[in-house]
């Protein structure tokens, strides 16, 4: 049984199609992490997924029970933990108050103490939430977001605001809840946390999933490969090598994206027994996500 179990769902709103026939799953201890551009339905997924705004048409299963609009149980919101992008609480209340409140509304869920631990805020536990920084605020909502010890969190942008620390805490803590079987979606305009944390990305792109797999399998979909090195051809010479598809300079380094990689440093050696700082390497995950969300006038403007 999934965790998640999402078929053909959609969404328009009026004329526009934000989701057109989605499908997507999810198992306990699974990190899934939804990436693409603004605008391309992830925000609306999720909160068809929650029962926040009802679909067109499709099937939400969450742990095998047939969802029926928007509306949800209350032993199945028990199970679940959500961190939305746009979130925010009471200024006025004390760290430690925000947790004690949420922490009443779950049976068997953690203890306000706990979960100013959780948030990595003791020595704040009595400050007032609009009087807390960006990042510590983050902080908070997550560990908000775990007060039910849930078996499905939902993370919206979790570590916005952060600094490097405190999102490699973060981090820390995604792990932890997937060996504990917790089942993970976050979405998330760090790619660099993607690949750390996720062991299936979907790429989402004007509500019709593009892509899906494990990062490593996402980057090894596009069609070429960055050969770098220093070299005395001139731009127009380094172009016409077989396989070139893109060229760029910084500074006495040139960067040239190849459909044939091999093909390429053969003939640029012949070409050039100079070259130096020769450098062959796989494209990041960036790269694929720009190739997989560009629509075909763009790519063929890139690739010229």
């Not at 742990?63 to 006025?92: C, D, K, P, W, Y």
């Not at 902080?139 to 952060?162: H, I, Q, S």
């Not at 490097?164 to 809840?177: G, K």
């Not at 797999?213 to 051809?233: D, F, M, N, R, W």
Request: one cysteine or more.
């Amino acid at each position: 049984m999934f965790a998640l179990d999402v078929k053909r769902l959609t969404k328009a709103y009026d004329a526009t199609t934000v989701l057109a026939g989605v499908d997507i799953q999810l198992a306990a201890g699974e990190v899934l992490c939804i990436l693409g551009p603004n605008g391309a339905g992830k925000t609306t997924f999720i909160s068809a997924i929650l029962g926040l705004i009802k679909a067109d048409s499709g099937e939400i299963n969450l742990f095998g029970e047939l969802q029926q609009g928007s509306t949800r149980s209350r032993a199945l919101r028990q199970q679940l933990g959500v961190m939305m992008q746009i979130g925010n609480l009471s200024a006025n209340l004390t760290v430690f108050e925000q947790c004690d409140l949420f922490s009443s509304y779950y049976v068997h869920g953690y203890s306000a103490t706990e979960l100013v631990a959780l948030a990595g805020l003791e020595a704040h536990s009595q400050q007032r939430f609009g009087r807390l920084s960006g990042g510590q605020k983050q902080r908070l909502l997550f560990a908000l977001a775990l007060a039910a010890k849930p078996n499905l969190v939902f993370l919206d942008e979790p570590t916005l605001g952060m600094d490097v620390e405190a999102r490699r805490a973060l981090w820390q803590q995604v792990q932890q809840l997937k060996q504990q079987g917790v089942a993970v979606v976050l979405t998330t305009h760090y790619l660099e946390e993607a690949e750390q944390l996720a062991d299936r990305i979907t790429v989402l792109n004007q509500g019709v999933v593009v892509a899906s797999g494990s990062p490593a399998e996402l980057k090894a979909l596009t069609h070429y490969k960055v050969i770098q090195c220093e070299s005395t051809l001139t731009d127009q010479a380094l172009l016409t090598l077989p396989g070139v598809q893109h060229l760029q300079r910084e500074h006495s380094l040139c960067i040239l994206h190849s459909s044939h990689a091999e093909c390429t440093v053969k003939a640029l050696l012949l070409a050039d027994d100079s070259v130096r700082q020769l450098e062959i390497r796989s494209v990041g995950l960036e790269q694929a996500f720009l190739q997989l969300t560009q629509n075909d006038t763009t790519h063929k403007e890139h690739a010229a």
